[in-house]
C-alpha cells in the first residue's frame, strides 16, 4: 500500500467536462437532462470549492452534506457518474501512471485486486454534489468498493485509509506469525503498533483492515505467497547455498519495500520467511541446504 497522487487539475473544469459528455437519452423528454444539470453548476462550484478547501487543509472529517438537495436532483447528479466513460477512465489513468511509464494498476486499498472501479472516499449516496468530484474518486477494486460502501466516519474518526491524504507511515505496522507443523504451514497476519506510529493514524489503519478484511485475504493468498518464494530459493539453489539465497531474496525485498511500501503483505510474509526457523525446518524437510 502506498499513497497517491490526487488530481492535479482544475476540480470544476473536469466536473464540466463529465457534463459535457452527456448525450441525450432516446426519447428523452423535456427538460433535458443535461440542461437539468446546467443549471445546477452555480451550486456544485459553490460545493467544490468547500470540497477543495477542506481537502487542501486535510479537514474532509468536518464535510456536511448540503441539505438543499432535492430527490430529484439527488438522483440527476447521481446519474453523473459512470465509471466506462471517457472522463473517469482518464481520470484514473492520469492517477495510477507513475514515473518512468510504469502504471500502479493494482488496487492500493487491498494491494490485491486490479483496480476496475473508483470508489467515493466521501459516499456519494450522502454527499451527492461530490459524486464527480475527481479529488473524491480514488482507483481500487470492485471487492474493495463493495466492502466500503457507504462507511466512512464513525465515532468522529475515519474507517478508511484516504490515500491522497494520511500519510502511511514508512514504520511496520503488518507482521505475519508463522509455524510449520505436520509438514503444513500455518500462517496468521495481525497488526501491532510496535514503532509508536500516531495513534490517530494507527486507528484509521485499523479500521480499514477491518472493514476490507483484508487479514483474512491476505492470509487466503498465503499458500501461494510461500509456493512462489520458494520456486525463488529453489532456483537459485542452483549456484548459491540455502543461507546466501535467503540473504539475496531478503535483499530482493528490501528494494521492493521502496516500490510497494513497508506493509505489502507479499513482502512482510516473505521477509518473515527469510529469518524464521518454520521457513528453515522445511527447508529440511525438502533436503534444501
Given at each position: 500500500?502506498?499513497?497517491?497522487?490526487?488530481?492535479?487539475?482544475?476540480?470544476?473544469?473536469?466536473?464540466?467536462?463529465?457534463?459535457?459528455?452527456?448525450?441525450?437519452?432516446?426519447?428523452?423528454?423535456?427538460?433535458?437532462?443535461?440542461?437539468?444539470?446546467?443549471?445546477?453548476?452555480?451550486?456544485?462550484?459553490?460545493?467544490?470549492?468547500?470540497?477543495?478547501?477542506?481537502?487542501?487543509?486535510?479537514?474532509?472529517?468536518?464535510?456536511?452534506?448540503?441539505?438543499?438537495?432535492?430527490?430529484?436532483?439527488?438522483?440527476?447528479?447521481?446519474?453523473?457518474?459512470?465509471?466506462?466513460?471517457?472522463?473517469?477512465?482518464?481520470?484514473?489513468?492520469a492517477i495510477i501512471s507513475l514515473p518512468n511509464d510504469y502504471e500502479l494498476n493494482t488496487c492500493q486499498y487491498?494491494?490485491?485486486?486490479?483496480?476496475?472501479?473508483?470508489?467515493?472516499?466521501?459516499?456519494?449516496?450522502?454527499?451527492?454534489?461530490?459524486?464527480?468530484?475527481?479529488?473524491?474518486?480514488?482507483?481500487?477494486?470492485?471487492?474493495?468498493?463493495?466492502?466500503?460502501?457507504?462507511?466512512?466516519?464513525?465515532?468522529?474518526?475515519?474507517?478508511?485509509?484516504?490515500?491522497?491524504?494520511?500519510?502511511?507511515?514508512?514504520?511496520?505496522?503488518?507482521?505475519?506469525?508463522?509455524?510449520?507443523?505436520?509438514?503444513?504451514?500455518?500462517?496468521?497476519?495481525?497488526?501491532?503498533?510496535?514503532?509508536?506510529?500516531?495513534?490517530?493514524?494507527f486507528n484509521i489503519i485499523k479500521n480499514h483492515y477491518d472493514n476490507l478484511k483484508l487479514l483474512n485475504r491476505?492470509?487466503?493468498?498465503?499458500?501461494?505467497?510461500?509456493?512462489?518464494?520458494?520456486?525463488?530459493?529453489?532456483?537459485?539453489?542452483?549456484?548459491?547455498?540455502?543461507?546466501?539465497?535467503?540473504?539475496?531474496?531478503?535483499?530482493?525485498?528490501?528494494?521492493?519495500?521502496?516500490?510497494?511500501?513497508?506493509?505489502?503483505?507479499?513482502?512482510?510474509?516473505?521477509?518473515?520467511?527469510?529469518?524464521?526457523?518454520?521457513?528453515?525446518?522445511?527447508?529440511?524437510?525438502?533436503?534444501?541446504?
Open positions: 500500500m502506498i499513497n497517491l497522487n490526487s488530481y492535479s487539475g482544475d476540480s470544476i473544469l473536469f466536473l464540466q467536462e463529465v457534463i459535457n459528455s452527456k448525450k441525450r437519452g432516446k426519447g428523452e423528454q423535456f427538460p433535458f437532462y443535461k440542461d437539468r444539470i446546467k443549471l445546477l453548476i452555480p451550486f456544485l462550484s459553490n460545493a467544490y470549492k468547500v470540497y477543495d478547501t477542506a481537502f487542501t487543509s486535510n479537514k474532509l472529517l468536518y464535510l456536511a452534506p448540503l441539505p438543499s438537495i432535492n430527490a430529484n436532483q439527488k438522483d440527476d447528479l447521481l446519474k453523473l457518474y459512470k465509471y466506462g466513460s471517457k472522463p473517469f477512465i482518464r481520470l484514473k489513468n487491498c494491494t490485491i485486486n486490479d483496480v476496475n472501479t473508483l470508489d467515493h472516499i466521501v459516499p456519494k449516496e450522502c454527499f451527492p454534489e461530490f459524486v464527480v468530484h475527481p479529488k473524491n474518486l480514488i482507483p481500487v477494486c470492485s471487492e474493495c468498493n463493495s466492502y466500503k460502501s457507504n462507511k466512512w466516519v464513525k465515532g468522529g474518526n475515519f474507517e478508511f485509509i484516504n490515500l491522497y491524504l494520511h500519510k502511511l507511515p514508512y514504520q511496520q505496522f503488518l507482521y505475519v506469525d508463522l509455524k510449520y507443523t505436520n509438514s503444513t504451514f500455518s500462517v496468521k497476519y495481525f497488526l501491532k503498533n510496535t514503532h509508536n506510529i500516531d495513534a490517530i493514524l491476505f492470509q487466503g493468498k498465503a499458500n501461494q505467497v510461500i509456493s512462489e518464494f520458494e520456486n525463488t530459493v529453489r532456483g537459485s539453489l542452483i549456484k548459491l547455498s540455502l543461507k546466501d539465497s535467503l540473504e539475496c531474496a531478503k535483499a530482493t525485498i528490501v528494494y521492493e519495500q521502496s516500490r510497494l511500501g513497508m506493509n505489502h503483505y507479499e513482502n512482510v510474509l516473505k521477509l518473515t520467511l527469510c529469518s524464521s526457523l518454520a521457513f528453515m525446518e522445511y527447508c529440511s524437510d525438502k533436503g534444501y541446504k
